[in-house]
């Protein structure tokens, strides 16, 4: 099956978050079991240095309200995959990929360019698969612009919600870029809202695990579009998220300090724990759990519990913690104050920095996600890869991935709470340092249980490929 997949970031080219990595894995596993999928992202200034390997396909003007530019289309081959780079130096070669004041102008400009790619391209797509805000206008555009030429009557398209918080809202003048008369299918409170306009557009729509999906249709977690979801319920689809096995093995990963397997798992956690923790001139014990965290610092990663929780921790048990991400400055600079309080206990790096990470999931034996609302999640599955444990809350794809440790009956993958409470929270923290520290055996049946949890990418491709047949079968 012919598939363009339209996404504002991929990695390693362009990364903010989840739907980079998604971006990358998901086309190559799609790939690998029959389909052709090519993938376009905008040209940022980060694509400079592989322009000597890129090839030429064309150029489009794009009209958009009173305006036009024009656009250059790269394509870059790494044998079955394929990425069109959409090239235009004044929307796209800014210093960051979001945040400005023309951001409804910016992806707009995407978007039109990705449906003007199709009189491009050799093979029509069947499906074009839009993901988030920036690329959620394309179903519209197709139906109001594009139906009537040969090459597009077919096209089908699929929306994929990785994160409804962010659903690029503007100001009703934004309404001039679609290029017809006013239309309340792109309004929502008064506003332009570019997800809400794809929500009601697309063939179908899916979110990124089975869990979220419903949460979504709900006032709590639907941030004002549960309404518009519940409307396409029976188009609504949730698919669990998955990672590359050959990018986070153990075994091989070329980032960390020892390489190991579940045969020598606790030397190998032990030393890359010790060098890691020796960098910021922490010295650990094979007795010390190392506790990590690895993500955005924002209130949706569930950092507030984190600060009223993380202080009694360190004075009261004998974990070390090392900690990752920038964001917010209250909690980087919260971060920073627990590394200049507790300089012996705790690490902070203050950025992102991929091959650190690979360090940490390798070096650590708990792993923080607290989140007020996650619609997967990549972190949790990682840890697992690596035998690291992780702390979750029961929401979204969370709640999919981990299975809550039962002291009972010795089953489980990781610790899990719901109630967003400091108290339980902490409580879960102990639980598992003190499994860690005093019953080493069911420590390791944990960890071994983790380790067999499969969330590698065949299974997301599949169930992606089922999910295409059923558009294209409009069944």
């Not at 020892?258 to 606790?266: A, P, V």
């Amino acid at each position: 099956m012919n598939v363009l997949f339209a996404s504002s970031e991929v990695f390693p080219f362009s990364k903010t978050g989840g739907l980079a990595d998604i971006a990358s894995f998901l086309p190559k596993a799609l790939n690998k079991i029959g389909h052709n999928v090519i993938t376009v992202t905008p040209y940022y200034p980060s694509i400079a240095k592989y322009h000597n390997d890129l090839v030429y396909l064309g150029t489009k003007t794009i009209y958009f309200g009173l305006d036009n530019t024009k656009v250059n289309y790269y394509e870059l081959s790494d044998g079955d995959n394929k990425i069109i780079f959409v090239q235009n130096q004044h929307y796209f070669e800014r210093d960051f990929f979001y945040g400005y004041e023309d951001d409804d102008i910016r992806f707009m400009v995407f978007s039109y360019a990705v449906l003007e790619l199709v009189d491009i391209l050799k093979d029509i797509p069947q499906i074009i698969h839009v993901n988030d805000w920036q690329s959620a206008t394309i179903p519209f555009l197709l139906d109001r612009h594009y139906r009537y030429r040969e090459k597009y009557q077919y096209i089908h398209t699929l929306l994929t919600i990785h994160n409804l918080q962010y659903q690029g809202s503007f100001g009703l003048n934004s309404s001039r870029l679609f290029n017809v008369e006013f239309d309340y299918t792109y309004v929502h409170f008064n506003s332009v809202n570019y997800l809400k306009t794809g929500i009601e557009t697309a063939t179908k729509i899916n979110t990124v695990s089975p869990n979220y999906r419903n949460e979504i249709m709900t006032e709590q977690f639907g941030f004002t579009l549960d309404g518009a979801l519940r409307k396409r319920e029976s188009d609504l689809s949730g698919i669990l998220n998955g990672i590359d096995l050959e990018v986070f093995d153990p075994e091989k990963d070329p980032s960390i300090i020892k390489n190991y397997t579940s045969r020598n798992l606790k030397l190998g956690k032990f030393t890359n724990k010790k060098e890691l923790m020796k960098n910021f001139d922490i010295k650990v014990t094979k007795e010390q759990p190392l506790i990590s965290y690895i993500g955005r610092l924002a209130v949706q990663k569930g950092i507030n519990l984190m600060k009223e929780v993380l202080e009694d921790v360190i004075n009261n048990s004998n974990a070390v913690f090392m900690f990752l991400g920038s964001g917010d400055e209250e909690y980087q600079n919260y971060f920073q104050y627990l590394r200049n309080k507790y300089p012996a206990k705790v690490a902070y790096y203050q950025g992102y920095n991929e091959d650190l990470a690979h360090k940490i999931y390798a070096a650590s034996d708990i792993f923080l996600m607290p989140s007020e609302f996650e619609p997967c999640g990549l972190g949790q599955m990682i840890s697992m890869r690596y035998g690291t444990i992780p702390i979750v809350r029961e929401v979204g794809g969370l709640k999919d991935s981990v299975v809550p440790y039962n002291k009972y009956n010795n089953t489980g993958t990781g610790f899990s709470f719901y109630d967003q409470n400091k108290d339980v929270f902490k409580d879960k923290i102990f639980e598992a340092i003190n499994l860690f520290n005093n019953e080493p055996r069911k420590w390791s049946e944990l960890i071994r249980r983790a380790l067999n949890e499969n969330f590698g990418l065949e299974r997301m491709a599949k169930e992606y490929s089922n999910l295409y047949k059923k558009i294209i079968g409009g069944k």
